[in-house]
């Protein structure tokens, strides 16, 4: 049988050109993929959320805009009271300009917080987040705006029992003293804002402090640590510890 892919002196034969012309293509679109698509996963540990690994991830479709997705296992930690509570979410990022992009949201939870303020059975449509995120990032300034309101989609609470709406929100700043190493201030309030048996609003954490991070200079491993007082009375401190990756 005559060899297909043989090679001549005078030059290829057809059908191996145009198989390495296909494997040429293949590359091709492979990095233009790899160019367009980001990923990356964190493990976080804080004393009101406990443990709770994200991930968030984003393709792009211009170099202004990109579709974004992300996750929130808060079952890890405390969440395991909140019905394995769970966070999923899509969106969209824009390049604002000047290393500032901006990215609005919106999450859907399964879990029992929201819905019946764990009293409840653990139910896909325990709540949704509108959020949105303000990411700033220079040669010498790093920072980062995030506020989030989580509504309860379905109201699952016993007689006496109540549904629950949070607003999350913070703020950090910081100044990136190299590639490897930034420090700055970080602040994060937590409100109970209501429900259907909860007539005020009350603050659950407002923690204020610094932060240290550090970051492989050519992309992957980061881990940032942050920690300070608590402004709510009765309350101490804070300290919150997050390790990832991004591909």
Excluded at 27 to 56: C, H, M, R
Excluded at 78 to 105: K, R
Excluded at 163 to 181: I, K, P
Excluded at 223 to 246: H, I, M, P, Q, Y
Aim: aromatic share 20%.
């Amino acid at each position: 049988m005559k060899n297909w892919l043989q090679f001549k002196p005078s030059g290829m034969r057809f059908p191996t050109a145009l198989l390495c012309a296909f494997i040429l293509s293949l590359n091709i679109a492979w990095a233009q993929e790899e160019k367009q698509f980001n990923f990356s996963v964190a493990l976080n540990s804080d004393q009101f959320f406990g443990f709770y690994p994200t991930f968030q991830g984003s393709y792009g479709f211009s170099d202004k805009a990109a579709l974004t997705f992300y996750g929130i296992h808060w079952g890890g930690g405390t969440g395991a009271n909140w019905g394995n509570w769970t966070e999923f979410g899509i969106g969209a990022n824009f390049q604002a300009g000047d290393g500032l992009s901006i990215n609005p949201q919106i999450g859907f939870l399964g879990g029992n917080l929201l819905s019946s303020g764990t009293a409840g059975p653990a139910i896909f449509g325990d709540g949704i987040v509108p959020n949105l995120t303000v990411n700033l990032l220079k040669e010498k300034v790093e920072g980062q705006f995030y506020f989030g309101y989580y509504a309860p989609l379905r109201d699952e609470a016993p007689t006496t029992g109540t549904t629950l709406s949070y607003v999350h929100y913070w703020l950090n700043l910081g100044f990136r003293a190299s590639q490897f190493f930034s420090f700055g201030a970080h602040y994060e309030h937590l409100i109970n804002s209501g429900g259907s048996n909860v007539e005020t609003s009350t603050d659950v954490y407002q923690w204020l402090g610094p932060y240290v991070q550090f970051s492989k200079p050519t992309g992957g491993p980061f881990a940032r640590f942050s920690f300070g007082t608590d402004l709510v009375e009765g309350n101490d401190s804070f300290f919150k510890l997050t390790t990832g990756f991004s591909f």
